[in-house]
Every structure is written in structure tokens, then in C-alpha cells.
């Protein structure tokens, strides 16, 4: 409720102070500083919180190279989290577009040495640290104090005579005002340091703001040279999914159909020789010939069903699905909410996961029920398959599960199996679809 109050106040003020095309009237230039030195005045308490990590920081850094302080790191980085999460978002509200760059969850920091070495944006938020509890502070001060200091001094005349004599000061403690004379002088100095308020406070603002804008967000190097890594590793993924999957066919193409076809030609050329000799045994033969033909045939249409199943094209990923869990031995629930269509290398992989996750249950789990679950949010599918069996599923000693790993990877998506001793088991596989 008060913060929904305070958005709306702070939305009305924004309105307010927005300063939009050229800053030429003296009333948006007031509005713009006005703004320049509210942010300014966040960022200096955020400067603050920064300014008081320093020496925690370095006393916890120290601990930890003795041994004792290890346990300390964690939190101390998750701290350093929060405070580089407070100043993104206040970088965000003044329309800097910055990405939150932790690879983990953001409850979860570098616990070592080591890791926050191998962490570019752990370091990364170290150094804004230092700058913005030191810059960052004094510059958001000087923000802060320019309005106040410019009326102090512009209305100073007025209220000297008042003024104890220890405190008879203009420009903030700069110049000290025993005489009348310096006393008006205070006015000239307060519009002085008003006119470079309204003239460089925005400016001021943006310099107070540009180290967290180049450094909270994600490292555009590492970015770049992690992503082709990534894309090393998953083309040639994609190439060994593609050589596995031709030596499958090839292999169910050479022992199924070709094996058949073979004996048919050797019954054939069997059933001609008879044919003059004894007609009933070449009938006999030649009828062992069509069943081994028709043998061969539904080989070769399994075969085909396998390279994509044909199902997918009629019945789409749903039906499918359906189709699927149906036949499970084990009784099975599906849940699809997937709107429209997905690319078909998406939908075959999908189905290939599920088919490959029911057999198993139905192989290894003997799990009581097992759930279906796949879904698209903007544009990733993710499907979930959980049994209630007895766990223990491992990649390392089968081929089915290490092959959904490798589908998936090929497709740039990302496949994780949790099955404890004792159970569940839950297959969970995120797929990138396209637009
Ligand atoms: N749902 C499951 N519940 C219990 N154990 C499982 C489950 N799925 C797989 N496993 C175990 O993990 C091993 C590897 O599975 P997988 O890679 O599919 O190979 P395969 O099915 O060919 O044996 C299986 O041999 C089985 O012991
Ligand atoms: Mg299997």
C-alpha cells in the first residue's frame, strides 16, 4: 500500500521534472538540477553504505588469507550484491539499460577466494565499490549541498546581523563574513554557485553515475568469449547428435531392412529353381518371401517413424504427448501449455525427452505415478518429467539419458536430472524455440 503510494508520488514528480529535447528555459534547467541533485543525494547514500564496505571488506579479505575469516566471504558478497542491486536500479530509473550479470541466483556469491577470481562480476562489483564509496559519495555531497548552499548564501545579507560571530561563514565555511561588505558578497557567491547548479548539475549526475554504468553490468568481453565457447561446444554437439543419429539409421537400416531383403532375394532365387521342379514348394517358398517383405517394410517404416515421428506432424507436440503418456505403463499425467507451434527439431527433441523419460520409468523407476509437464514462457519450452520411483537414475550407465543430454545441448538448450537414492526423479530439459 505505501509503496504503491510512493510509486505513484514518485511517477507525478517524475512527470514533473522530466526534462525532455533541448534544456533551454530556466524552469526545466531548475527542474533538471532539482532532479540531479535528488538522484545525486541516493547515490551518495548508497555512496555511504559503499564507503563503509571498504574497510569491512578489506578486514574480512584479510581474516580470510589467515584462515579465520573464510565463512565471512559469502555474506560479505552477498552485501556487495545488495548494494550494486540498489544502485542498478537507481541507474535503471534514470534510463541507463543495465542487465543484472550473475550467471547463479543472486542469493548465491562466491563463497572463496578463488571463486570470486574466476567471477568477473564479483570483481567487477569490487571496484565500483571503491570508486563509488569514494567518487561516487563526494560527487552525490556536492549535488546534495549546491541548492542549499546557493540559497544560504544568496539570502545571507539578509539574516547576518543575526548570525553568532564563530559562524559567520558564506560559500559553506570557505569565506569568512566579519564585515557587512563580505556579507553582501555572500549574495553574489550564492547565485554563482546556483548558476553552476543549474548549468552542470545533470552533468554532475551522469559523472556520478558512469562508473556503475560501466561496471554493474555484464562484462561485454567475458560475455562475448564465453558465448563462443559455448557455441564451440554445442556445434560440435550438434555434429556428434547428427553422426550418432546417421549410425543409428544406418545400423537399423543394415541389421533390419537389408538382413530381410537379402533372404528375400535368397528365397526368390530358391522359389525359381523349384518352380519347374515342385510348383506347391516354390508357392511355399515364395510365400515365406512376402512375409519376410512385409517384415522388412514395417522395419523400414519404424525406421522412418523414428527419424521424426510422424505423429508430431498429424496430431502436433500435444497429441503427441498425449499419445505417449497413454501407452506408459505406469500411469502417467500430462500437462501441455504450449500456444502455437514450435521449430520441429524443438518438437522432436521435446517428444524424444518424454518418450525416452517414460520408458524409463516404466524400465527402472517402479514409481506408482509419474507426471508430464511441458511448457512455454516468451521463448523457452521446458519439460518436466517426475516419477515417484525409487531414484537413482545416472547418465553414466546407460545410453538413454546421456542421449537426451546430447540432443538437447545440440539444440542450445539445458538438461538437468535430479534422482536421489530413494527418489524422486525429476527430468527437467529447457529448450530455446525461436520467436
Ligand atoms: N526414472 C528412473 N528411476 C530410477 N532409475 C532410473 C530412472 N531412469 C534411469 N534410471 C537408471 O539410470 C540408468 C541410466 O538410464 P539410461 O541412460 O536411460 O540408460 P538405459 O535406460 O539404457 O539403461 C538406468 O540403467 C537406470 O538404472
Ligand atoms: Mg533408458
Redesign the pocket.
Known sequence: MADERFGRWRARLDALVRTEGDVTDLRSLLFASLRASGYGAVGAGFGILALYSIPILILTGFLAVLGVGRPLLAPMMQWVRTVAGLERRRLRRLGHEIETPYTGPIADPPRTFGDIKADPSARRDLKWIAVHGTWGLIVGAVLLQMPFISVRDVTYPLWWYFVPDSEQQILNGLISAQTPNTAILGCATGIAVFALWLLFGPKLLDLQGRPGVSLLGPDPEADLSERVARLTATRAAALDAHAVELRRIERALHDGAQNRLVAVAVLIGAARREVDRAPERADEILERAQTTVEGALAELRAVVRSILPPVLEDRGLAGALSALASDCVVPCTLEVDVAGRCPASVEATAYFVVA??L???A?????SGASVEVRRAGNTLTVKVV?D????????????????ARRVEALDGTATFQ?PVG?P?E?RVELPCGS
Open positions: 525416452e523419460s520408458t524409463n520409468v524400465k527402472h523407476s517402479r514409481a516419477d520411483g525409487r531414484g537413482g537414475a545416472d547418465a553414466a550407465s546407460g545410453s538413454g539419458l546421456a542421449g537426451i534422482s527418489g526423479t527430468i
